[in-house]
Protein backbone atom coordinates (compact mmCIF):
# COMPACT_ATOMS: atom_id res chain seq x y z
CA UNK A 1 0.00 0.00 0.00
CA UNK A 2 1.66 3.30 -1.12
CA UNK A 3 0.88 6.50 1.19
CA UNK A 4 1.27 10.04 0.44
CA UNK A 5 1.48 12.47 3.93
CA UNK A 6 3.10 15.44 4.26
CA UNK A 7 6.67 15.64 4.74
CA UNK A 8 6.21 17.12 8.35
CA UNK A 9 4.91 14.48 10.01
CA UNK A 10 8.02 12.25 9.04
CA UNK A 11 9.03 12.47 12.62
CA UNK A 12 5.85 11.18 13.84
CA UNK A 13 5.15 8.36 11.85
CA UNK A 14 7.26 5.82 13.02
CA UNK A 15 5.03 2.48 13.82
CA UNK A 16 3.46 1.93 10.21
CA UNK A 17 3.37 -1.65 9.32
CA UNK A 18 5.07 -3.78 6.74
CA UNK A 19 4.59 -3.20 3.21
CA UNK A 20 3.51 0.10 3.56
CA UNK A 21 5.50 2.43 1.17
CA UNK A 22 5.43 6.32 1.96
CA UNK A 23 5.63 9.15 -0.91
CA UNK A 24 6.85 12.23 1.22
CA UNK A 25 5.60 15.90 0.20
CA UNK A 26 5.84 19.46 0.62
CA UNK A 27 3.59 21.53 -0.40
CA UNK A 28 0.90 20.90 -3.35
CA UNK A 29 2.63 20.46 -6.40
CA UNK A 30 4.82 17.94 -4.50
CA UNK A 31 1.72 16.25 -3.11
CA UNK A 32 0.58 16.36 -6.99
CA UNK A 33 2.91 13.85 -7.88
CA UNK A 34 3.06 12.26 -4.83
CA UNK A 35 -0.85 11.01 -4.65
CA UNK A 36 -0.34 10.08 -8.54
CA UNK A 37 -0.41 6.13 -7.41
CA UNK A 38 -0.86 6.72 -4.09
CA UNK A 39 -4.36 4.66 -2.19
CA UNK A 40 -4.20 6.90 0.47
CA UNK A 41 -3.44 10.08 1.02
CA UNK A 42 -3.23 12.65 3.73
CA UNK A 43 -4.81 15.90 3.45
CA UNK A 44 -2.52 19.10 4.89
CA UNK A 45 -4.76 21.52 3.18
CA UNK A 46 -8.17 22.83 2.57
CA UNK A 47 -8.71 24.76 -0.66
CA UNK A 48 -11.42 23.06 -2.33
CA UNK A 49 -10.05 23.50 -5.56
CA UNK A 50 -7.04 21.51 -4.12
CA UNK A 51 -8.68 18.43 -3.40
CA UNK A 52 -11.20 18.52 -6.89
CA UNK A 53 -7.80 18.48 -8.76
CA UNK A 54 -6.06 15.52 -6.45
CA UNK A 55 -9.73 13.43 -6.95
CA UNK A 56 -9.62 14.33 -10.72
CA UNK A 57 -6.09 12.91 -10.97
CA UNK A 58 -5.19 10.15 -8.29
CA UNK A 59 -7.39 7.69 -9.87
CA UNK A 60 -6.14 4.71 -7.38
CA UNK A 61 -7.01 6.68 -4.04
CA UNK A 62 -8.92 4.31 -1.82
CA UNK A 63 -8.80 6.44 1.55
CA UNK A 64 -8.12 9.99 2.34
CA UNK A 65 -7.25 11.27 6.03
CA UNK A 66 -7.93 15.16 6.63
CA UNK A 67 -5.98 16.69 9.77
CA UNK A 68 -8.67 19.17 10.24
CA UNK A 69 -13.06 18.68 11.75
CA UNK A 70 -14.68 21.15 9.67
CA UNK A 71 -16.10 18.98 6.48
CA UNK A 72 -17.46 22.05 4.81
CA UNK A 73 -14.76 22.57 2.46
CA UNK A 74 -14.10 19.36 1.35
CA UNK A 75 -15.75 17.65 -1.80
CA UNK A 76 -18.04 15.32 -0.09
CA UNK A 77 -20.12 14.85 -3.38
CA UNK A 78 -16.41 13.93 -5.28
CA UNK A 79 -15.67 11.26 -2.39
CA UNK A 80 -19.21 9.64 -2.50
CA UNK A 81 -19.08 9.59 -6.17
CA UNK A 82 -15.43 8.31 -6.05
CA UNK A 83 -16.40 5.56 -3.25
CA UNK A 84 -13.79 7.29 -1.20
CA UNK A 85 -13.32 6.86 2.64
CA UNK A 86 -12.79 9.90 4.39
CA UNK A 87 -11.23 10.59 8.24
CA UNK A 88 -11.01 13.39 9.93
CA UNK A 89 -8.85 14.44 12.90
CA UNK A 90 -12.04 15.73 15.12
CA UNK A 91 -11.50 16.00 18.28
CA UNK A 92 -7.66 16.40 18.14
CA UNK A 93 -7.60 19.98 18.73
CA UNK A 94 -10.27 20.55 20.80
CA UNK A 95 -7.80 21.08 23.81
CA UNK A 96 -5.21 23.53 22.12
CA UNK A 97 -7.82 25.40 20.89
CA UNK A 98 -8.77 26.18 24.45
CA UNK A 99 -5.87 27.55 25.40
CA UNK A 100 -5.62 30.19 23.01
CA UNK A 101 -9.16 31.10 23.66
CA UNK A 102 -8.32 31.92 27.69
CA UNK A 103 -5.17 33.18 26.13
CA UNK A 104 -7.10 35.39 24.30
CA UNK A 105 -9.33 36.27 26.82
CA UNK A 106 -6.62 37.01 29.31
CA UNK A 107 -4.75 39.49 26.80
CA UNK A 108 -8.02 41.17 26.81
CA UNK A 109 -8.94 41.36 30.22
CA UNK A 110 -5.04 43.28 30.61
CA UNK A 111 -4.93 44.52 27.36
CA UNK A 112 -1.88 42.88 26.51
CA UNK A 113 -1.41 44.00 22.89
CA UNK A 114 -0.99 47.27 24.39
CA UNK A 115 1.62 46.29 26.60
CA UNK A 116 3.52 44.79 23.69
CA UNK A 117 3.27 47.98 22.00
CA UNK A 118 4.61 49.71 24.30
CA UNK A 119 7.44 47.53 24.62
CA UNK A 120 7.81 48.37 20.50
CA UNK A 121 8.12 51.59 21.20
CA UNK A 122 10.46 51.44 24.60
CA UNK A 123 7.86 53.15 26.09
CA UNK A 124 7.09 52.22 29.92
CA UNK A 125 3.67 52.79 30.67
CA UNK A 126 2.54 55.07 33.95
CA UNK A 127 -0.38 52.99 34.43
CA UNK A 128 -1.91 49.57 33.13
CA UNK A 129 -4.01 49.65 30.35
CA UNK A 130 -6.27 46.98 31.21
CA UNK A 131 -7.65 46.30 34.87
CA UNK A 132 -9.55 43.53 33.97
CA UNK A 133 -10.16 39.77 35.03
CA UNK A 134 -11.53 36.46 34.76
CA UNK A 135 -12.28 36.07 37.62
CA UNK A 136 -16.18 36.71 38.57
CA UNK A 137 -16.94 36.67 34.38
CA UNK A 138 -19.78 35.35 32.38
CA UNK A 139 -18.91 33.40 29.23
CA UNK A 140 -21.21 31.92 26.97
CA UNK A 141 -19.97 29.21 24.72
CA UNK A 142 -21.87 28.95 21.05
CA UNK A 143 -21.39 25.27 20.60
CA UNK A 144 -20.97 23.34 23.34
CA UNK A 145 -19.26 20.13 21.57
CA UNK A 146 -15.48 19.49 22.07
CA UNK A 147 -14.19 22.54 22.19
CA UNK A 148 -16.85 23.96 24.24
CA UNK A 149 -16.20 21.73 26.42
CA UNK A 150 -12.67 21.65 26.68
CA UNK A 151 -12.50 25.55 27.21
CA UNK A 152 -15.42 25.44 29.92
CA UNK A 153 -13.09 23.08 31.83
CA UNK A 154 -9.96 25.36 31.63
CA UNK A 155 -12.45 29.03 32.21
CA UNK A 156 -14.06 27.10 35.26
CA UNK A 157 -10.53 26.97 36.78
CA UNK A 158 -10.34 30.94 36.26
CA UNK A 159 -13.61 31.82 38.51
CA UNK A 160 -15.81 32.14 35.14
CA UNK A 161 -19.19 31.48 34.92
CA UNK A 162 -19.87 29.07 31.98
CA UNK A 163 -22.97 28.69 29.93
CA UNK A 164 -22.51 26.38 27.03
CA UNK A 165 -25.19 26.36 24.19
CA UNK A 166 -26.25 22.99 22.39
CA UNK A 167 -28.42 21.84 19.51
CA UNK A 168 -30.02 19.37 22.12
CA UNK A 169 -29.48 20.53 25.39
CA UNK A 170 -29.33 17.97 28.67
CA UNK A 171 -30.75 18.20 31.76
CA UNK A 172 -27.95 21.04 33.04
CA UNK A 173 -28.20 23.74 34.53
CA UNK A 174 -25.37 24.95 32.71
CA UNK A 175 -26.41 24.13 29.31
CA UNK A 176 -29.52 25.44 27.29
CA UNK A 177 -31.10 25.29 23.99
CA UNK A 178 -30.41 27.35 20.45
CA UNK A 179 -33.94 28.94 20.88
CA UNK A 180 -32.50 30.52 24.22
CA UNK A 181 -29.16 32.34 23.63
CA UNK A 182 -30.32 35.25 22.42
CA UNK A 183 -32.84 36.76 24.72
CA UNK A 184 -29.65 35.96 27.29
CA UNK A 185 -26.73 37.37 25.57
CA UNK A 186 -26.80 40.42 27.78
CA UNK A 187 -25.70 38.48 30.43
CA UNK A 188 -22.54 37.78 29.43
CA UNK A 189 -18.86 39.73 29.10
CA UNK A 190 -17.31 36.87 26.47
CA UNK A 191 -19.34 35.03 24.14
CA UNK A 192 -17.21 31.97 22.17
CA UNK A 193 -18.05 31.15 19.18
CA UNK A 194 -17.36 27.39 18.71
CA UNK A 195 -20.11 26.00 16.70
CA UNK A 196 -19.18 23.89 13.63
CA UNK A 197 -19.55 25.55 10.12
CA UNK A 198 -23.18 24.51 8.53
CA UNK A 199 -25.50 26.09 6.19
CA UNK A 200 -27.30 27.31 9.18
CA UNK A 201 -25.04 28.83 11.31
CA UNK A 202 -23.52 31.00 8.20
CA UNK A 203 -23.77 34.61 9.93
CA UNK A 204 -25.28 33.22 13.40
CA UNK A 205 -23.75 36.53 14.61
CA UNK A 206 -24.93 39.62 13.13
CA UNK A 207 -25.90 42.79 14.04
CA UNK A 208 -29.07 42.15 16.01
CA UNK A 209 -26.87 39.82 18.28
CA UNK A 210 -23.96 42.39 18.17
CA UNK A 211 -26.11 44.86 19.55
CA UNK A 212 -27.93 42.71 22.27
CA UNK A 213 -24.29 42.14 24.26
CA UNK A 214 -23.62 43.33 27.20
CA UNK A 215 -21.75 46.74 26.89
CA UNK A 216 -18.04 46.09 26.97
CA UNK A 217 -18.23 42.29 26.38
CA UNK A 218 -15.87 40.69 23.71
CA UNK A 219 -16.42 38.19 20.90
CA UNK A 220 -14.23 35.03 20.50
CA UNK A 221 -14.26 32.86 16.74
CA UNK A 222 -12.31 29.79 16.55
CA UNK A 223 -14.14 27.74 14.15
CA UNK A 224 -15.29 29.43 10.63
CA UNK A 225 -14.86 33.53 9.79
CA UNK A 226 -17.83 33.53 7.96
CA UNK A 227 -20.12 32.44 11.26
CA UNK A 228 -19.80 36.07 12.09
CA UNK A 229 -21.23 38.72 9.70
CA UNK A 230 -17.87 40.96 9.51
CA UNK A 231 -19.69 44.14 8.34
CA UNK A 232 -21.41 43.88 11.33
CA UNK A 233 -18.64 43.10 13.63
CA UNK A 234 -16.45 45.78 12.45
CA UNK A 235 -19.58 48.23 12.58
CA UNK A 236 -19.87 47.08 16.27
CA UNK A 237 -16.11 47.45 17.19
CA UNK A 238 -16.06 51.22 15.68
CA UNK A 239 -19.42 52.31 16.90
CA UNK A 240 -21.04 49.98 19.06
CA UNK A 241 -21.16 49.05 22.79
CA UNK A 242 -18.60 45.90 21.91
CA UNK A 243 -15.30 45.78 24.19
CA UNK A 244 -13.74 44.16 21.40
CA UNK A 245 -13.32 40.56 19.32
CA UNK A 246 -10.55 37.76 18.69
CA UNK A 247 -10.49 35.73 15.47
CA UNK A 248 -8.27 32.72 14.88
CA UNK A 249 -10.54 32.94 11.58
CA UNK A 250 -11.73 35.42 8.78
CA UNK A 251 -13.59 35.04 5.78
CA UNK A 252 -11.53 34.91 3.43
CA UNK A 253 -8.49 34.05 5.10
CA UNK A 254 -5.93 35.67 5.12
CA UNK A 255 -7.50 38.92 5.32
CA UNK A 256 -6.10 41.38 2.29
CA UNK A 257 -3.75 43.41 4.23
CA UNK A 258 -5.85 46.56 3.44
CA UNK A 259 -9.20 45.06 4.86
CA UNK A 260 -10.62 47.36 6.94
CA UNK A 261 -10.94 45.09 9.75
CA UNK A 262 -7.37 45.11 10.90
CA UNK A 263 -7.66 48.43 11.46
CA UNK A 264 -10.90 48.38 14.19
CA UNK A 265 -9.98 49.23 17.58
CA UNK A 266 -9.39 46.30 20.40
CA UNK A 267 -8.72 43.61 17.24
CA UNK A 268 -6.81 40.50 17.58
CA UNK A 269 -6.56 38.11 14.58
CA UNK A 270 -4.84 35.28 14.07
CA UNK A 271 -3.49 33.25 11.24
CA UNK A 272 -5.78 30.54 11.93
CA UNK A 273 -3.34 28.74 14.27
CA UNK A 274 -5.20 27.76 17.42
CA UNK A 275 -4.45 24.97 16.84
CA UNK A 276 -0.64 24.53 16.08
CA UNK A 277 1.17 22.63 18.62
CA UNK A 278 3.60 19.82 18.47
CA UNK A 279 1.35 17.60 20.49
CA UNK A 280 -1.48 18.06 18.21
CA UNK A 281 0.61 17.10 14.94
CA UNK A 282 1.67 13.76 17.12
CA UNK A 283 -1.45 12.80 17.99
CA UNK A 284 -3.14 13.49 14.77
CA UNK A 285 -0.09 11.21 12.90
CA UNK A 286 -1.36 8.42 15.97
CA UNK A 287 -4.74 8.70 14.70
CA UNK A 288 -3.98 8.20 10.98
CA UNK A 289 -2.03 4.75 11.62
CA UNK A 290 -5.27 4.01 14.16
CA UNK A 291 -7.31 4.15 11.40
CA UNK A 292 -4.61 2.67 8.88
CA UNK A 293 -4.08 -0.31 11.08
CA UNK A 294 -8.00 -0.90 11.78
CA UNK A 295 -8.61 -0.69 7.68
CA UNK A 296 -6.06 -3.23 6.89
CA UNK A 297 -7.11 -5.84 9.46
CA UNK A 298 -10.85 -5.33 8.47
CA UNK A 299 -11.86 -3.05 11.81
CA UNK A 300 -13.91 0.15 11.66
CA UNK A 301 -11.62 3.12 11.62
CA UNK A 302 -11.74 5.29 14.81
CA UNK A 303 -12.79 8.49 13.21
CA UNK A 304 -14.79 8.09 10.14
CA UNK A 305 -16.18 11.46 8.43
CA UNK A 306 -18.59 9.87 6.11
Not at 154 to 165: A, Y
Not at 231 to 240: I, P, T
Request: hydrophobic share 45%.
Amino acid sequence: MRLAVPAALRDHLTRLPAGVDVAWYSGFDECRTAVADAEVLWIDFFRRVQIETLLREARRLRWIFSRGAGMDRQPLDLFRERGLTLTNGSGLAAGPIAESLVLAMLAAAKRFPDLVRAQDRREWLPRPPGLGELQGSRALVLGYGAIGHEVAARLRGFGVDVVGVRRHPVEDPAVIGPDEWRARLHEFDWVLVTVASTASTRHLVGTAELAAMKPGAWLLNVTRGWIIDQRALLAALRDGPLGGAYLDVTDPEPLPPDHPLLQAPNLIVLPHLGSATHATRAAMARLAVDNLLAALDGRPMPNPAT
